[in-house]
C-alpha cells in the first residue's frame, strides 16, 4: 500500500529520573505534545506487571478544529533502567494515523502491520514518520479466526466490553493476532472506535473493549473464557445471530468474508445501536445505506459451507434459518454446476449424513430444503441409477421395507415430472402404489420395455415385467399381442437381463419373460418366431426355452439352433448345412440309418471328398454342437 504519514510520541520515564510518567518526546506537526499526553493516560490500561509486556493496545481519537479521527497503536515495553526511586518502570511508543489516510484508495491496514511498522523505527529527531506497512491479508487474519474470536467479535455488538480470560499462556503475538482477527470479523468502519490490548490490569478503569486479562471487570463487562464451548450467560439474541452467521464462513470463504469486511470502511461506532444492528443486517446480506451510500452484498459461502449449516439448523428444527439458508442454496443450485462439483457434494453429504428430526416431519420448509439438495446434487433428469445413488447418499437403509424421510419423498414427488422415465418408475415406485400406477397408466408397452433395456436396473426391471404380466391378459388379446410384440421387438430384454441377473435368476426371468408374452407352452412355431432374429442367445435363454416346450418341439428347437449357429458361421447353403439337417432327422427318426439314407438319397447328395476336408471339421464340429444342444434338453 501507499506510504502512511505516522505522528508519534514517547510516554515514560528518564533514567533515575523523579519525574511522573510523561511524554519525553514526540514529532512536531498535527498533534500537539500535551494532546498526545492527554489520549496516551485516556487509553491506559492500569499498571502493567512486567509478565504483561510487552504489551500492544490501540485507540483512537479526534484532533483538530474539525474533530479530525485518527487510529492509534501503542507497543509498551519495560526498560532495562529503573528510576529514581530505584523501581522498574514501562515505555511507550505510539504512533497515530489519519483514519482518511487509513482508508484511502481501497487500502486497508491491520493491526499486526502497523506493529510491525512501529516496531521498525529508531522514535529520533522530530519529523512525522512515513509508514510503509504491509498490505492487508485477509488470508492470513481468517487463518488466525477460531470459535472464540467470532463469539468476542458477535458481543461487541452488543455495545459491551469484552474481556478474554485463562488466555495468560498465549504470548503477545499471539494476543495480537487474535484481536486483529476478531476486528477483521466486524466492518471494518468499526476500527474507528475500537480500542483493543493484549493485556489490561482489571482493577482499574479504563476505555478499552477488547482484551486479555487474569480476571475481568466485575461490572459491565462480558466474561469470556479462552475456547470454551460455553456461553455467557444471557447470551443477547443479536450476537449469536451475529455468531451463527459468521459461522457460515469456513475456510477459503472466510477469508473472502475479511476481504469483504474489510471493505467497509464507513465508519461504525459501537456506542450506537443502529450501527451495531446493521452490521448483523450487512452480513445477512441486506444493504445497509447510511449517509446515502449502499454496501453490497457479503460474498456467497461455498455450497459445502451452506450444507453444513443446513444440516445444523435441520438438526437443532430451525425452520426459520433452514429457509434462509435453502434461498441461498437455491441459488448456486442455478448456477451452472459440473458433474464434478455433484460428486464433490454427494461425496460431502455421504460424510455428513442428513437425518431430519421427527418432529419436523414433512414440514413444507424441509420440504423445499430436500428438493434443492436432489436438484443439486442430481442432473435434471433423474435416471434410475440417480435415485438408487441418492437412497446411498442420504443413508437411506438398504434392506426391504426402509423408506426415505417423508420430507425426502416428498421432495422427490416435486421432481417426478421432469425425471427420466426410469427415474420417474423408481420415485413412483417409492411413493407407493398409487403413483406407480399413475405413471405406468401414461406408458406404452414398447416405452415400458425400451425404459427396462435402456436403464439395466434391477427394479426397473422388475417393475416393467409386472406391468407386463398385469396387461398380457388371455381375456384381452390385443393387449397380448401388444405385449409379445413390444419384448420381441426389443429381444426378449435379453440385454436387461443379462445385466442384472446371475445365471439361475437369468433362467428364472427369461422364463417369465416368455411366460408373459405366449402364455402357454412353446409350440414350433412360437420356436421359429422367438428365434427367427435372435442371433447367438445366451444359453441361459436357451434353457429358459426349454422349460417352456411343448411336447414334441425338441426337433424343432435344435433345428432352428443348428440354422442360427449356420447363420452365424455363414454356412447357410453349403453342404454342411445339409448334412447338418441330416443329422438331426436321423437323431430323431424312428427306423434307424435307412431313413437316413433314403433322405440322401432323395436330396442326392455325395458324400464330401479328400478335398474338403475344412468342410468336414466344420460339419463334424457342427454335429458336436448339435448333440451337445440335446445333451443341455435332456440333462435332468
Known amino acids: ?33 500535551a494532546e498526545f499526553g492527554m489520549w496516551l493516560k485516556a487509553f491506559t490500561s492500569g499498571t502493567m506487571e512486567p509478565k504483561a509486556l510487552p504489551r500492544v493496545a490501540t485507540s483512537y481519537f479526534t484532533a483538530g478544529p474539525g474533530g479530525e479521527p485518527w487510529l492509534g497503536l501503542s507497543l509498551q515495553r519495560e526498560p532495562d533502567s ?16 489519519r483514519w ?22 529508531d522514535f529520533s529527531g ?54 486483529d482477527a476478531v476486528a477483521a470479523l466486524l466492518p471494518y468502519g468499526f476500527r474507528h472506535t475500537l480500542a483493543v490490548s493484549t493485556w489490561t490490569n482489571s482493577a482499574s478503569l479504563h476505555r478499552i473493549r477488547l482484551s486479555f486479562a487474569e480476571v475481568p471487570p466485575t461490572h459491565g463487562t462480558w466474561e469470556l473464557p479462552w475456547e470454551s464451548d460455553e456461553r455467557p450467560a444471557s447470551y443477547p439474541s443479536e450476537a449469536l445471530a451475529y455468531e451463527k452467521e459468521l459461522e457460515r464462513y469456513q475456510g477459503d470463504d472466510l477469508g473472502d468474508l475479511v476481504g469483504w469486511l474489510g471493505t467497509l470502511v464507513e465508519p461504525g461506532d459501537f456506542g450506537d445501536a443502529s450501527h451495531r444492528a446493521a452490521a448483523t443486517r450487512l452480513l445477512r ?14 460474498p456467497r459461502p461455498s455450497v459445502e459451507q451452506l450444507l453444513r449449516q443446513c444440516r445444523e439448523s435441520i438438526a437443532n428444527a430451525d425452520e426459520r434459518r433452514l429457509g434462509e439458508l435453502t434461498t441461498l442454496l437455491a441459488e448456486r443450485a442455478r ?5 464434478q462439483d455433484r460428486r464433490t457434494y454427494r461425496v460431502f453429504v455421504r ?62 414427488g416435486r421432481l417426478l415430472p421432469s425425471s427420466a422415465p426410469s427415474g420417474r418408475l423408481l420415485i413412483a415406485h417409492l411413493l407407493g402404489p398409487e403413483h406407480l ?98 442371433d447367438s442367445p445366451p444359453r441361459t435363454f436357451l434353457l429358459a426355452m426349454m422349460t417352456l416346450c411343448a411336447p414334441g418341439t425338441a426337433p424343432a428347437l435344435l433345428q432352428v439352433m443348428a440354422g442360427g449357429t449356420m447363420r452365424e458361421l455363414s454356412l447357410t447353403g453349403t453342404p454342411v448345412a445339409d448334412d447338418v439337417r441330416a443329422g438331426i432327422d436321423r437323431m430323431f427318426s424312428r427306423d434307424g440309418d435307412g431313413r437316413a439314407a433314403r433322405y440322401r438319397r432323395s436330396a442326392g447328395l455325395r458324400r464330401l471328398g479328400p478335398a474338403s476336408t475344412p468342410g468336414k471339421v466344420l460339419a463334424a464340429a457342427s454335429v458336436v454342437m448339435v448333440v451337445a444342444a440335446l445333451a443341455l434338453l435332456l440333462w435332468p
Open 1 to 33: 500500500m501507499e506510504r502512511l504519514t505516522a505522528h508519534w510520541a514517547i510516554l515514560g520515564k528518564t533514567p533515575e529520573s523523579l519525574d511522573d510518567y510523561g511524554v519525553i518526546r514526540c514529532s512536531t506537526g498535527a498533534i500537539t505534545n
Open 82 to 97: 529503573q528510576d529514581g526511586f530505584h523501581r522498574p518502570y514501562a515505555m511507550t511508543y505510539y504512533v497515530c494515523v
Open 100 to 121: 482518511a489516510d487509513l482508508v484511502a484508495g481501497g487500502s486497508r491496514v491491520s493491526y499486526r502491520a502497523l506493529y510491525e511498522a512501529l516496531a521498525g523505527q
Open 126 to 179: 522530530d519529523a512525522p514518520f512515513l509508514l510503509s506497512p504491509a498490505a492487508y491479508d485477509e488470508r492470513r487474519l481468517a487463518a488466525q479466526v477460531n470459535p472464540t474470536a467470532r463469539r468476542a467479535a458477535a458481543l461487541l455488538l452488543t455495545g459491551r466490553p469484552v474481556c478474554v480470560v485463562r488466555a495468560g499462556h498465549l504470548s503477545p503475538d499471539r494476543r495480537l493476532d487474535f484481536l
Open 285 to 298: 446480506g441486506e444493504v445497509w445505506a447510511r449517509g446515502g451510500r449502499s454496501a453490497a452484498h457479503p
Open 335 to 339: 448456477d451452472r454446476v459440473t458433474d
Open 351 to 412: 460424510a455428513n449424513p442428513i437425518r431430519p428430526p421427527e418432529r419436523l416431519g414433512a414440514s413444507a420448509v424441509l420440504c423445499d430444503f430436500f428438493e434443492v439438495l436432489l436438484r443439486l446434487l442430481y442432473a435434471a433428469r433423474m435416471r434410475a441409477v440417480d435415485v438408487e445413488e441418492m437412497l446411498v447418499d442420504l443413508g437411506v437403509p438398504h434392506r426391504p421395507g426402509a423408506a426415505p424421510p417423508a420430507a425426502v419423498l416428498a421432495a422427490m
Open 437 to 534: 400406477h399413475k405413471v405406468l397408466a401414461t406408458m406404452s408397452e414398447e416405452e415400458l420395455c425400451d425404459v427396462a433395456v435402456r436403464s439395466r436396473n434391477r427394479k426397473v426391471l422388475e417393475i416393467v415385467l409386472d406391468e407386463a404380466d398385469r396387461r398380457a391378459l388371455p381375456s384381452d388379446p390385443r393387449g397380448m399381442e401388444a405385449v409379445r410384440y413390444a419384448l420381441a421387438r426389443h429381444r426378449y430384454l435379453i440385454e436387461a437381463i443379462s445385466s442384472v441377473h446371475a445365471a439361475e435368476e437369468s433362467v428364472l426371468c427369461y422364463r417369465e419373460v416368455l411366460q408373459v408374452g405366449h402364455r402357454r407352452d412353446l409350440t414350433r412355431a412360437d420356436i421359429k418366431e422367438i428365434l427367427a432374429d435372435l
